[in-house]
């Protein structure tokens, strides 16, 4: 384990990822700490520009930006992780459950899988939402988590595939062992790499697909999150009106985790396979192999040399 | 043949399932489904059109199987009724009008992306660990985890508010009409524009990081070495035997795109005010338009399954291993 933590450590992207979605998470946790009212409450005159009452700026509204992009904060991050946790446990549970089984119950769940990877997510989530109507976070969470378990029952289950034709698989079956034993023993750590890419790619997803939700105005308007910010922003025209605090806050508050979460995903990524590398070791690598190069054009010369001087002596 | 076949069953079998749901989708809802979705905000619907809609949809006395029939009948004849809110314009209209600006959108930004993504990766992943390929492989990701909605606000606010560049709003100067003339069609460059980067900003990093790791995957090959020993050049190498064969992967990744882009399509439309498909359906879902809605669920999950199939094709015609059984 700590072999693992070294080598996250030593991984540049992974640590600044994890920095960065770290800060976010101690943001969320301790967000009625750093604030000192309901981030819904008018506190000040409209689109008042950053200064030193209000560190962000307010809102057409009189609300400040500070207290709802904290508040926006833990919002997002709990629908994302409650959204990406839906999402890996349906997905890993199907695919899995597919891929060992086999049989009559893996085709229907493989077509089922197959159906959903083909039929367009966001116009769905859009007219899903607009029926149930002023969504609150935590419904759009549901049906994020509901909705988007096909691309990890699919990759899960062709990975099980592969495992189960393995010889420590095919032994524990000879000793008889339950197959939930196999399943939670013996395949599902060594699918840890992959659901652990599914959950964070999962997060990202679903903190965009809400706030891209919010912002049509198919989300609860008076939830506290990044998304509804925007959607006030938009509907108070404020980019027009030179209000950019009220649009950049947020914007720049989910590029930033989407960054993290990215950088966290592709270190994971490269970990898991380490022909995938971009980082310094292989720099290094380059420049011995560039040296080596370069050492071995010499001594040819000096052979081609030798060479001649035979041809000289005939 | 029986690949191809085999296919074309499968996305019949995807197309009846999003169809079936399209039908439960607002007999699930709370509320009487027939007031939501016939109840047009603007300008009242004749009540013979109302009548007609209603058995388009299947909204007849009779149980639920026979309504169902019906409702499928209406969407393989493709008489998707008429619109309430443009009344009395029907469906098709409403949709041909926009899918247009749509597939103008999408076409362009997803060729750009295929080209400089894919030939960016080709080429990163050949200097593996050089400076290009530890700045564009982690930025690639980096800017596939930012949504379409943040990239076309900043976009329209650095570009179009504060530097005031180009215009961010409709698919050309309001004021002209439409003609085959160079002042229409420098506007419709320049109003597609944003949009147009903002989309190849969403797609393009999924091309390079697909295709730059399946190229490192193959750089060990057997053939890769070969053409070296043949002596043939280092492009040579790069793009026909390396890249020739990484390309496989990105066109199943340019089928699964598809479905990111029309959202992000759909989004951007929405930001910039373009007329497309993604607005319409905007639109629509405000004014409970239902059946524009229905149209266009069936319209991009049917371009959805085209793209699948063309990949398909794609992938029958350049990986002859798929040919011989």
């Not at chain 2, 009242?44 to 007849?60: D, M, N, Q, R």
């Not at chain 2, 800017?143 to 990239?151: N, Y």
């Amino acid at each position: 384990m700590s072999g693992f933590l070294k080598m996250l450590g030593r991984n540049k992207k992974v640590s600044f990822g994890l920095f960065i979605v770290i800060t976010y998470l101690l943001i969320a946790l301790s967000a009625p700490l750093l604030t000192s009212h309901e981030p819904n409450k008018r506190v000040a005159r409209p689109h008042q520009a950053p200064n030193a009452e209000n560190v962000m700026g307010t809102t057409r509204m009189g609300r400040d930006v500070y207290h709802l992009f904290i508040h926006g904060t833990a919002t997002s991050l709990a629908v994302g992780f409650g959204a990406g946790l839906i999402i890996v446990i349906i997905g890993t549970a199907l695919g899995v459950s597919a891929g060992y089984f086999g049989g009559k119950y893996d085709e229907v769940v493989s077509l089922l899988t197959n159906v959903a990877l083909v039929v367009p997510q966001l116009p769905l989530l859009l007219v899903l939402a607009a029926f149930i109507g002023e969504a609150s976070p935590m419904t759009i969470a549901i049906i994020i988590g509901f909705t988007s378990w096909a691309w990890g029952a699919r990759v899960t289950r062709s990975q099980t595939l592969t495992l189960r034709n393995k010889e420590f698989i095919q032994a524990s079956e000879l000793a008889c062992e339950p197959s939930w034993r196999i399943i939670f023993v013996e395949i599902l750590p060594n699918l840890s790499s992959i659901i652990g890419l599914n959950f964070l790619g999962s997060i990202i997803y679903t903190i965009i697909t809400e706030a891209t939700l919010e912002f049509l105005g198919l989300g609860d308007p008076l939830a506290v999150s990044w998304g509804t910010m925007l959607f006030n922003a938009q509907n108070a025209s404020a980019m027009t009106v030179g209000a950019w605090w009220e649009v950049l806050v947020p914007c720049v508050a989910i590029a930033i985790l989407g960054m993290g979460l990215a950088l966290l995903n592709f270190g994971i990524d490269e970990i898991a396979n380490p022909r995938l590398r971009t980082f310094s070791g292989i720099k290094r690598f380059n420049k011995r192999v560039k040296q080596l190069k370069a050492a071995s054009l010499n001594t040819p010369n000096n052979a081609k040399q030798s060479t001649n001087g035979v041809i000289y002596d005939n | 043949m029986d690949f191809v076949l085999r296919r074309l069953g499968f996305y019949l079998i995807a197309f009846f399932f999003a169809a079936t749901f399209n039908f439960f989708l607002p007999r699930l809802m709370p509320g009487d489904p027939i007031t939501v979705m016939f109840s047009s905000q603007g300008n009242p619907l004749p009540v013979e059109s109302i009548a007609a809609l209603k058995e388009t949809f299947g909204f007849v006395d009779g149980p639920l199987y026979e309504q169902y029939f019906i409702y499928l009948k209406s969407v393989v004849t493709w008489d998707l009724g008429s619109s309430v809110k443009y009344f009395p314009q029907t469906v098709n209209e409403v949709l041909g009008r926009s899918m247009v600006w749509t597939l103008f959108l999408v076409g362009t930004s997803t060729l750009i992306s295929f080209f400089i993504g894919s030939i960016s990766g080709i080429i990163a992943a050949w200097n593996r660990g050089g400076w290009l390929d530890s700045i564009l492989s982690p930025l690639s990701l980096v800017l596939q985890s930012i949504p379409a909605v943040v990239l076309a606000l900043l976009f329209m606010f650095v570009f179009g508010v504060a530097l005031n560049w180009l215009p961010y709003s409709y698919a050309y100067d309001i004021e002209l009409d439409p003609a085959f003339s160079w002042e229409y069609i420098s506007s419709v460059i320049s109003h597609a524009t944003m949009p147009i980067i903002s989309l190849v900003i969403v797609q393009i990093g999924g091309y390079l990081l697909t295709i730059r790791n399946n190229l490192i995957n193959l750089l060990g090959e057997d053939y890769i070495v070969m053409g070296r020993a043949k002596g043939l050049s280092e492009t040579r190498v790069m793009f026909n035997y390396g890249a020739r064969n990484a390309l496989l992967p990105s066109i199943t990744a340019f089928a699964m795109t598809v479905g990111v882009v029309l959202g992000g399509s759909l989004i951007t439309e929405v930001v910039f005010n373009y007329p497309g498909l993604g607005n319409t359906l905007f639109e629509a879902i405000v004014s409970r338009d239902y059946p524009v809605i229905q149209g266009q669920l069936l319209i991009m999950t049917l371009a959805m399954l085209s793209a699948n199939f063309v990949a398909d094709m794609a992938y029958v015609y350049l990986d002859p291993r798929l040919r011989r059984d």
